[in-house]
């Protein structure tokens, strides 16, 4: 399907799609096996958009048994990395090829800006899985340092069968990230998309086929998490579960691997993240808009929404001024429209969770200076326009909590030693940006930062060659992206050898 960011375009190739709604399974699709099914609702218009098979326990079971199968065949494990890195390059070159299609997907069920879905994560994800692909047989094995009587080869092994459970809030993209370094390494996969953003991932499981991963290696099971993400993480012959999600169900999941068999657990959670503007930092239009991009970008869905600005008090009153005369570049509205670039909240039950925190902040005390409402309510839709509090005190709770929206809390600080203890006060540690002219201030402060990735003079997760993950309650065990992706869906092997 030929999508270009053209207002026509888009709404003939609307009218075109179709929609895959059965869970895949074995290399076929399939209504679950109770029948049942949910709705996906497209969050622009509050209106039904799709009948999606609603998989239990029975599902979970028969897509494990296909993924262990086909690993224990070694159909997929026990190709030659070349094979593999060749079948998983089609499969990126298919992905770019149905990019538009992906794209509306996304656009529809999760209610991201249609220029981000075809500029951002769309070509993010086709090049994540390039990334991985060509990974695959450029790193080589280890032989330890053993005296000459022995040799000792340390090999890395895949896992076996992995259950990724994704979040709504970049559906397509979190699957790549995830599905590039499972499959580079070999394993076989059961996936659990979101259930509000369950039609890319569905539609993926048959592009994968048309590239040659073989029948069994990726299963894809839609449904309630609390029902199939349970039963995937407590299957005994699931050895490893990949979340990324909120830090209340991760936690959860260290419970599900603790009850069954111990699988391994790699969380990537949660974040309130800070922006600190040192006293020296340069150019306030700038940090004025990559502020705004870093805390409203996919409408503060993010988990490295920059929610807290931390700015010199010197500073606040002119970056805040930029920050509002600016903020009128973030224009809320359709989805589909190419000018769009706030969205809806993904759900109802969502955005009142939002418009709560909001009035929190008012009956806390903070000064709103920006937004604050519900918008386009006729649309059906959950729009909330992009706000602003200043005057926030650490102990609130909009100082505290992971809102999840367009929503920004601003602090000052006196001393670079302050700004350090705000930007850590916090039991999150994903992301951090800083701003500062002066390289060696900006250096010392981005080590005191406890965050998995700090960017300095911008707002950036950094790209495919870099770890993305998190310290203390944002992250457990792993990181995704990048070569150390394929590390935690292997085992270390050492094969020790006596000469003659
Ligand atoms: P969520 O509510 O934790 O859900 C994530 C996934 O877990 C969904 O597929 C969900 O299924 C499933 N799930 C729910 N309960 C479960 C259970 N008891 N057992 C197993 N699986 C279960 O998170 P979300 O609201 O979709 O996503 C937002 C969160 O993700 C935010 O906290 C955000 O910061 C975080 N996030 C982190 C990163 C990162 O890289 N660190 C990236 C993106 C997002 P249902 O859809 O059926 O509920």
New binding site residues.
């Given amino acids: 399907m030929n999508v270009t960011l053209e207002s026509k375009a888009i709404k003939t190739a609307v009218s075109r799609l179709k929609f895959r709604t059965q869970a895949y399974i074995d290399g076929r699709y399939a209504n679950a096996k109770s029948g049942k099914t949910y709705d996906s609702v497209n969050p622009a218009t509050g209106k039904l958009l799709a009948k999606i098979a609603a998989c239990e326990a029975a599902d979970v079971n028969a897509a494990v048994k296909a993924a262990r199968r086909t690993f224990e065949e070694g159909v997929w494990a026990k190709r030659s990395p070349g094979e593999r890195k060749h079948v998983l390059l089609k499969f990126a070159e298919l992905i770019d090829q149905n990019l538009g299609e992906l794209a509306l997907l996304d656009c529809l069920d999760a209610g991201k800006p249609i220029t981000d879905c075809m500029t951002i994560d769309l070509p993010d994800s086709v090049h994540c899985f390039r990334w991985h692909a060509e990974a695959i047989d450029k790193e080589y094995e280890k032989v330890a340092p053993t005296g000459p009587a022995n040799v000792a080869m340390v090999v890395r092994e895949p896992l076996g069968v992995i259950g990724a459970?994704?979040?709504?809030?970049?559906p397509f993209q979190?699957a790549a990230?995830k599905l590039g370094p499972i499959l580079a390494t070999g394993n076989s996969v059961v996936v659990?998309?979101?259930?509000?953003?369950s039609l890319s991932m569905i539609r993926l499981a048959e592009i994968a086929a048309e590239a040659g991963i073989p029948e069994g290696v990726l299963n894809v099971v839609p449904?309630?998490?609390?029902?199939?993400?349970?039963a995937?993480?407590k299957h005994p012959d699931v050895d490893a579960?990949a979340?990324?999600?909120?830090?209340?169900?991760?936690r959860?999941?260290l419970h599900?691997s603790a009850e069954s068999n111990l699988k391994r657990v790699v969380?990537?959670?949660?974040?309130k993240n800070p922006q600190v503007v040192l006293e020296d930092a340069g150019d306030l239009d700038y940090i004025a808009r990559q502020s705004l991009n870093c805390v409203f970008w996919n409408m503060g869905?993010?988990?490295?929404?920059g929610s807290r600005l931390i700015v010199h008090r010197k500073l606040k009153d002119k970056l805040l001024a930029k920050m509002i005369k600016y903020s009128k570049e973030w224009i809320v509205g359709d989805p589909l429209d190419p000018a769009t670039k706030v969205g809806p909240m993904?759900e109802e039950s969502?955005m009142k969770k939002v418009l709560e925190y909001i009035e929190s902040g008012k009956k806390e005390g903070a000064e709103l200076v920006l937004g604050g409402n519900r918008v386009l309510e006729k649309t059906g839709g959950y729009f909330i326009e992009p706000t602003i509090f200043d005057g926030v005190k650490p102990a609130m709770k909009i100082a505290r909590e992971?809102i999840?929206g367009p929503v920004l809390s601003v602090f000052t600080f006196a001393t670079d030693e302050e700004g350090i203890a705000l930007a850590n006060d916090t039991e999150y540690g994903?992301t951090a940006s800083l701003y500062s002219e002066n390289l060696s201030r900006a250096t010392k402060v981005a080590r005191a930062i406890r965050a998995g990735t700090v960017s300095v003079n911008c707002f950036s997760e950094g790209d495919a060659t870099t770890p993305?993950?998190?310290y203390k309650q944002?992250?457990f065990f792993g990181r995704?992206k990048s070569i150390f992706a394929h590390y935690q869906y292997c085992e270390l092997k050492t094969i020790w050898m006596q000469l003659a």
């Fill in positions: 459970i994704l979040p709504w809030n970049f979190m990230w659990k998309p979101a259930r509000q953003t449904g309630n998490g609390s029902v199939i993400g349970a995937l993480c579960v979340f990324t999600g909120s830090t209340e169900v991760g959860q999941l599900y969380l990537e959670l949660g974040g869905e993010n988990c490295s929404s993904i969502h992971e999840f994903l993305f993950g998190g944002s992250g995704d």
